[in-house]
């Protein structure tokens, strides 16, 4: 004998539409939320960057590393020695400029240099001249450094060590970015989905401008180093 559930009336079927299309609805306001929040988002990001490139052109203008504001000046205790002893003042880097230094100090060493503790990567960096703004110089310093497109922890616990061939893995990973953002934008979602697929593009999109500008700094740091370490007479900063 077989047995078969008695169909839903009416009244629960206009009732579980009507819960669905309220859902629908509610999901519908929170991508619109959702989205609003990561244009926002996108545009706070690109006016990061936007600004990170005009601080990199004036320094280059100005011939010297990006100086922090008076009040953080005031906070490195060691640009503030050398000040007071009579030496000649420490160029005080901040922000990308620290992790863009760092890596050019230890690519121009006469000896290649594999890994290095950041400890002693910072003493490199002290060494050269060079100074990091911040009530705490050697936590900014590592901060920037973890940071860097082209560094990498090593095997060792606080052990670092610059990554050649991360241009090449940015650009890889760029090239997945982009082709599923391709596949996204010629997609056509059903209304429920829609919301989503815009979601994802915009999530895409910050990705895509994040791997670029990583891109960006990788080459810009590389090629600057190569340029130093061939031009006629170079020799090791510091």
Same mark, same amino acid.
């Given at each position: 004998m077989t047995l078969s559930l008695p169909n839903p009336s009416s009244r629960l079927?206009?009732?579980?539409?009507?819960?669905?299309?309220?859902?629908v609805r509610h999901r519908e306001r929170l991508s619109d939320e959702r989205n609003r929040l990561l244009d926002e988002l996108r545009q706070l990001d690109h006016a990061l960057a936007a600004t990170d490139r005009r601080l990199e052109v004036? #320094?280059? $203008?100005?011939? !010297?590393?990006?100086?922090?504001p008076a009040q953080e000046r005031e906070t490195a205790p060691r640009g503030g020695a050398d000040t007071a002893s009579g030496a000649a003042p420490r160029a005080v880097l901040r922000g990308p400029a620290v992790r863009e230094a760092a890596i050019r100090v230890l690519l121009e060493q006469p000896e290649p240099i594999e890994a290095l503790h950041y400890r002693r990567w910072y003493e490199l960096l002290l060494e050269a001249g060079l100074e990091v703004a911040g009530k705490d110089p050697l936590a900014v310093f590592l901060t920037q450094l973890?940071?860097?497109?082209?560094?990498?922890?090593?095997?060792?616990?606080?052990?670092y060590e610059v990554d050649?061939? #991360?241009? $090449?893995?940015? !650009?890889?990973r760029l090239d997945r970015l982009q082709a599923e953002?391709?596949?996204?934008?010629?997609?056509?979602?059903?209304?429920?989905?829609?919301g989503a697929v815009r979601a994802r593009r915009h999530e895409l999109d910050l990705a895509i401008s994040q791997q670029e500008r990583a891109l960006e700094e990788a080459l810009r740091v590389l090629r600057a180093t190569d340029d130093q370490a061939a031009a006629p007479g170079a020799a090791r900063v510091g």
């Open positions: 079927l206009r009732a579980a539409q009507a819960e669905q299309a309220d859902l004036l #320094a280059e $203008l100005a011939g !010297r590393p990006l100086e922090a973890s940071r860097s497109p082209l560094v990498r922890k090593a095997s060792a616990p606080g052990v050649r061939q #991360a241009p $090449l893995r940015i !650009r890889q953002l391709r596949e996204v934008t010629v997609a056509t979602p059903g209304p429920i989905e829609l």
